[in-house]
């Protein structure tokens, strides 16, 4: 092995590789297993949100809870997970997105117990407390450890897994609900919150068979380390020796230097300046790249999916439902809804964009939202007699979480994680979900309080409105990423009026190349 040199200073543009080659009509296997086991930590995430909806229930009944305290139950995970998602970036920094994904489902091995043995609301809370730092790390690492280890060709695919394995999570705590709930009041939602133990012991132990990001290596200095993982998980030996040189080039290593390890600086390998370079100096192609996360994860949240997940057995029961197996039961059915429409945008994001998808989805929310909103007050001002409007109800709750899930859902973490720069991805990453799991717990918290204030149905058309703000916002503001390297995206940001101004049309020939080289270097020398 090479001796290490120092090349903390100084960066020099990518050597010709020629044309990128062609990506593959089949699917790299490798990165597609990899891909599969980071998204288990997404399954104990969407376990826990869904098993609340139903375990709910019982808890109020058990401890005699109020409407209030079961909000801040149902809700207040969120605000927990934010702990988790601001240490969850410079953690996976520090010691590699591989054993964060172990961390956190330690952390929720440990929740599951906490909860199922809770003797009074105090010690659930506490559980729940525990449960919602897992949150935090699990939606971070999970999107920022596939972007990295896809390769372009079927990057959009892969980094979907994560929210497929959120809607089957919380499709498996609906089924845990209907499987329990005739048990006992006191022991049947125990049950229900400490099963999660099971998913999260297989977690911890998977984990430790997968491969670590190629470009955390990269910012460790062990290329030959990188280089292993890359060949087993690109499409060509030649992708992987193109990719190298983009992430190489991204961590300011000459692209001609073929030592195995480098040493580099110790602030660069931590991840440390990162903030600042994301909120005290950001370049304008940053600061456009984190006001489109911000923007992509609020509106996701703040159209009210968690409302109508969590809530669902109360917006079935003001629709005229009252029994609760029925109530679990349509629950259950927007699980399988919100699970198979995930699964068509797997296979869409790659061929026909993430723009396309996204705009869609919004559009089928709005129309969605409005028709709940439209037959809950009918069904509300006929008390129920009008059985067309309690129909009404229920398809536009399976419609909202089907086109959540066929766009809004998967795209906010597909987009988020691969926008960023390289030095700046996982704590960039983890102010997205930051805000994304605030909004969430404001959602929740305060979503029985909403529509006691403005009627059920004045809840949804609120949400209906917000989502139409969030399209406007999605069409003007983001541009399209499908097919682009990750290295190659930040070129494309730097303009928030993209619509109008794209920066392809701007540009042309050498001045092209020279600015896309300036933007990707930066003025603060982060690539």
């Known amino acids: 092995m090479s001796v290490p040199k120092d090349v903390s200073s100084g960066q020099t543009s990518r050597p010709d590789f020629g044309p990128q080659p062609k990506p593959k009509a089949k699917r790299n296997k490798f990165a597609f297993l990899c891909a599969i086991l980071a998204s288990m930590s997404s399954v104990l995430l969407g376990y826990d949100t869904g098993v609340m909806s139903g375990a709910?229930?019982?808890?109020?009944?058990?401890?005699k809870l109020t409407d209030v305290q079961v909000e801040v139950l149902v809700g207040i995970i969120n605000l927990y997970s934010l702990i988790g998602a601001a240490a969850a970036g410079r953690t996976s920094d520090l010691i590699g997105r591989r054993y964060t994904m172990v961390l956190a489902g330690a952390i929720f091995f440990v929740a599951a117990i906490l909860m199922g043995l809770a003797t009074n609301y105090g010690f659930l809370m506490f559980g729940r407390f525990v449960a919602g730092i897992g949150v935090g790390y699990a939606l971070m690492i999970a999107p920022v450890y596939t972007t990295e280890v896809a390769p372009t060709s079927s990057r959009g695919f892969l980094t979907s897994f994560p929210e497929v394995f959120i809607n089957f999570g919380v499709l498996l705590g609906y089924v845990s609900n209907y499987?329990?709930?005739?048990?006992?009041?006191?022991?049947?939602?125990?049950?229900?919150?400490?099963?999660?133990?099971?998913?999260?012991?297989?977690?911890?132990?998977?984990?430790?068979v997968m491969p670590e990001s190629p470009r955390w290596l990269v910012l460790q200095g062990r290329l030959a380390d990188a280089h292993r993982v890359l060949r087993r998980t690109s499409d060509s030996l030649d992708d992987a020796h193109h990719r190298l040189a983009d992430i190489k080039q991204a961590a300011g290593i000459p692209p001609d230097y073929t030592d195995d390890v480098v040493l580099l600086p110790k602030r660069s390998r931590r991840?440390?300046?990162?903030?600042?370079?994301?909120?005290?100096?950001?370049?304008p192609p940053v600061r456009h790249i984190l006001i489109s996360a911000i923007g992509i994860h609020f509106f996701?949240?703040?159209?009210?999916?968690?409302?109508?997940?969590?809530?669902?057995?109360?917006?079935?029961?003001?629709?005229?439902?009252?029994?609760?197996?029925?109530?679990?039961?349509?629950?259950m059915a927007v699980g399988f809804s919100k699970t198979s429409f995930i699964l068509v945008a797997t296979f869409l994001l790659d061929k026909i964009g993430r723009r396309p998808l996204l705009l869609a989805s919004v559009s089928g929310k709005i129309a969605s939202l409005t028709a709940l909103g439209f037959g809950l007050l009918i069904v509300n001002r006929t008390e129920g007699k009008a059985r067309w409007a309690v129909g009404l109800c229920i398809a536009a709750v399976l419609s909202d979480v089907g086109f959540f899930s066929i766009g809004m859902g998967p795209i906010a973490w597909v987009?988020?994680?691969?926008?960023f720069p390289l030095k700046l991805r996982a704590q960039g990453a983890s102010v997205g979900v930051i805000v994304n799991r605030m909004t969430s717990g404001v959602v929740g918290m305060t979503f029985i309080s909403l529509y006691k204030a403005i009627t059920i149905s004045g809840a949804f058309f609120l949400f209906a409105g917000i989502a139409a703000v969030s399209w406007l916002f999605f069409y003007f503001v983001l541009p399209e990423t499908h097919g682009r390297s990750l290295e190659e995206i930040e070129g494309l940001f730097g303009n928030l009026l993209w619509k109008f101004y794209p920066k392809e049309k701007k540009e042309s020939g050498d001045d092209a190349e020279k600015d896309k080289g300036e933007i990707e270097l930066g003025s603060n020398g982060v690539a």
Do not use: C
Not at 195 to 201: E, N, R, T
């Open 415 to 419: 987009y988020s994680s691969e926008i």
């Open 271 to 283: 991840g440390a300046g990162v903030w600042k370079d994301l909120f005290l100096r950001p370049t």
């Open 56 to 63: 709910a229930i019982f808890i109020k009944d058990d401890f």
């Open 300 to 331: 996701q949240q703040a159209s009210g999916i968690d409302a109508v997940v969590l809530y669902s057995p109360r917006i079935f029961d003001q629709a005229g439902i009252t029994s609760s197996g029925q109530k679990l039961l349509a629950t």
């Open 179 to 208: 499987a329990f709930y005739k048990l006992p009041t006191r022991l049947g939602w125990r049950f229900m919150l400490g099963i999660g133990v099971f998913p999260s012991a297989f977690l911890i132990l998977i984990v430790l």
